[in-house]
C-alpha cells in the first residue's frame, strides 16, 4: 500500500512541478514590458487532472518565533528607500507602510509572470506581532493581481495565499507567503530588535521563515556573501526532509534538504558584476526560495481524508552587492587615478631634465 501511495505522490509531484510556483513579490513589473509578456500573464494554464483550483486565506493562530538566530552577524546599513521595478528601474519610495504586492508565476525571480488565478480577486490576510489582522484584497490590475496594503505599525508582517489542488485521494497545497517590513532608518524610541522579530502561522501545512540577524533592525539589508539561515516549519514545528531551492536573480539555484532542526542555510553568491561608472550599490535583486515536503500518511483536510499530500511554500526576499564591492571598485579606480598622474608627473619631470638651457654666446671678432 506503501509503495502505491508513494507512486500517487511522485505522479502527484511530477504534475506540480511542471505547474510551476506561485509567490508573492514586492517587485513592480517592468513599465518596459511588452504586450505579449503581459497577455501571457494574464492566462493560468489549468491542469487536466486537477477537480478543483482555489485560493483561499491563511487560518489564525501567529506565534513570534522562538528560534534562535545564527550568531556572529553584523548588522547591515539600511538599503535606501527607493522601489525598483523588475528591470531595476526607481519606481516609488517605501519609506512609508504602504506596500503593493503582486502575484507572480514561476521558478526564476526574473522570468516568473505576473500572473492571475482565475478568479477576479483573491483574499490575504496579514498578520504581525500581535496576531491575525483584518483581511486584504487582491484585486485584478492591468491582467496582474495586486493588493495594496497599508501596515500601520513599524515592523515585519506575514502575507499567505494558500492555493489548493486535489487528484483522486491526492491533495497538493500551494503557500505563497509574503514577508513585509514597515521600516525606517530615522526611527527614535523603538526597540528595533522586539517589533524586527520574525512571525510564524502555526496552522501552516508548510512555512518557510527567515532567520533574523542578532541584531537585525527595521532596515537590515542582506549583501553577496552573507549566509542567510532559513528554517522550514510545519504547523510551527520544524520539519525534516524538505527539499528547500533558493534562486537567484541572475538564475544561480542551489537546493538543501532541511536538518533535524528543520534548518538550511544558503549563502548569497556574488551575481552583479558591472562597470565603475554603472555600478550601484543600493542595486536590488530578489532570491525565490522553494520548500516541498512530501506526507505519504493520510491527511484530513475540511473533513476530507487524502491518502497522501504534497505541500509548497514559497518565500522570496531581496538583496544587495556587497559594500566591498564597492569599496573595491573604488580602490581601483584610485590606484589607476595615483598611476596615471604619477606616472605623468614622472615622464614630465624626466623630460624637463633632459632640456639644455639656451645660452647665448658672443665671440668678440678683435680677439
Do not use: C
Given at each position: 500500500m506503501k509503495n502505491i501511495v508513494a507512486a500517487m505522490l511522485f505522479c502527484l509531484m511530477q504534475m506540480s512541478?511542471?505547474?510551476?510556483?506561485?509567490?508573492?513579490?514586492?517587485?513592480?513589473?517592468?513599465?518596459?514590458?511588452?504586450?505579449?509578456?503581459?497577455?501571457?500573464?494574464?492566462?493560468?494554464?489549468?491542469?487536466?487532472?486537477?477537480?478543483?483550483?482555489?485560493?483561499?486565506?491563511?487560518?489564525?493562530?501567529?506565534?513570534?518565533?522562538?528560534?534562535?538566530?545564527?550568531?556572529?552577524?553584523?548588522?547591515?546599513?539600511?538599503?535606501?528607500?527607493?522601489?525598483?521595478?523588475?528591470?531595476?528601474?526607481?519606481?516609488?519610495?517605501?519609506?512609508?507602510?504602504?506596500?503593493?504586492?503582486?502575484?507572480?508565476?514561476?521558478?526564476?525571480?526574473?522570468?516568473?509572470?505576473?500572473?492571475?488565478?482565475?478568479?477576479?480577486s483573491e483574499t490575504l490576510v496579514l498578520q504581525s506581532q500581535e496576531g491575525v489582522m483584518p483581511e486584504a484584497a487582491m484585486k485584478v490590475e492591468s491582467g496582474k493581481l495586486i493588493a495594496r496594503l497599508e501596515l500601520p505599525?513599524?515592523?515585519?508582517?506575514?502575507?499567505?495565499?494558500?492555493?489548493?489542488?486535489?487528484?483522486?485521494?491526492?491533495?497538493?497545497?500551494q503557500i505563497a507567503k509574503a514577508e513585509l517590513l514597515h521600516g525606517t532608518c530615522c526611527a527614535?524610541?523603538?526597540?528595533?530588535?522586539?517589533?524586527?522579530?520574525p512571525i510564524i502561522n502555526a496552522n501552516m501545512p508548510?512555512?518557510?521563515?527567515?532567520q533574523h540577524y542578532p541584531?537585525?533592525?527595521?532596515?537590515?539589508?542582506?549583501?553577496?556573501?552573507?549566509?542567510?539561515?532559513?528554517?522550514?516549519?510545519?504547523?510551527?514545528?520544524?520539519?525534516?526532509?524538505?527539499?528547500?531551492?533558493?534562486?537567484?536573480q541572475q538564475g544561480w539555484s542551489r537546493s538543501q534538504v532541511s536538518d533535524a532542526q528543520g534548518l538550511v542555510s544558503f549563502t548569497m553568491i556574488r551575481d552583479y558584476y558591472?562597470?565603475?561608472?554603472?555600478?550601484?550599490?543600493?542595486?536590488?535583486?530578489?532570491?525565490?526560495?522553494?520548500?516541498?515536503l512530501e506526507v505519504t500518511d493520510k491527511v484530513t483536510v475540511e473533513g476530507v481524508?487524502?491518502?497522501?499530500?504534497?505541500?509548497?511554500?514559497?518565500?522570496?526576499?531581496?538583496?544587495?552587492?556587497?559594500?566591498y564591492d564597492y569599496r573595491s571598485y573604488a580602490w581601483g579606480l584610485g590606484i589607476a587615478l595615483f598611476v596615471i598622474v604619477f606616472g605623468g608627473v614622472s615622464i614630465y619631470l624626466y623630460r624637463r631634465r633632459r632640456i639644455k638651457p639656451y645660452q647665448e654666446v658672443r665671440v668678440d671678432a678683435k680677439a
Open positions: 512541478a511542471q505547474a510551476e510556483v506561485f509567490w508573492l513579490s514586492e517587485t513592480p513589473p517592468s513599465k518596459k514590458a511588452t504586450a505579449l509578456k503581459n497577455e501571457q500573464a494574464a492566462t493560468v494554464p489549468q491542469a487536466d487532472h486537477a477537480e478543483h483550483l482555489h485560493a483561499q486565506v491563511a487560518a489564525s493562530g501567529v506565534a513570534a518565533s522562538s528560534v534562535a538566530a545564527p550568531a556572529g552577524v553584523k548588522k547591515h546599513q539600511h538599503g535606501g528607500g527607493a522601489e525598483v521595478d523588475a528591470t531595476g528601474e526607481i519606481v516609488d519610495n517605501s519609506h512609508s507602510g504602504a506596500k503593493r504586492v503582486w502575484l507572480r508565476r514561476g521558478n526564476s525571480p526574473q522570468d516568473s509572470l505576473y500572473a492571475l488565478t482565475g478568479r477576479d505599525e513599524l515592523g515585519f508582517y506575514n502575507a499567505y495565499l494558500k492555493q489548493t489542488m486535489t487528484h483522486g485521494d491526492l491533495l497538493h497545497v527614535k524610541g523603538v526597540d528595533e530588535e522586539a517589533v524586527a522579530k508548510l512555512e518557510l521563515v527567515r541584531k537585525e533592525g527595521l532596515f537590515t539589508r542582506i549583501v553577496s556573501g552573507d549566509k542567510v539561515d532559513f528554517i522550514v516549519l510545519s504547523y510551527g514545528k520544524p520539519v525534516a526532509g524538505a527539499k528547500v531551492s533558493m534562486t537567484t558591472t562597470s565603475w561608472l554603472e555600478f550601484k550599490k543600493y542595486h536590488k535583486q530578489t532570491y525565490l526560495m522553494v520548500a516541498d481524508t487524502y491518502n497522501a499530500a504534497h505541500y509548497t511554500a514559497t518565500l522570496a526576499g531581496n538583496y544587495y552587492p556587497s559594500p
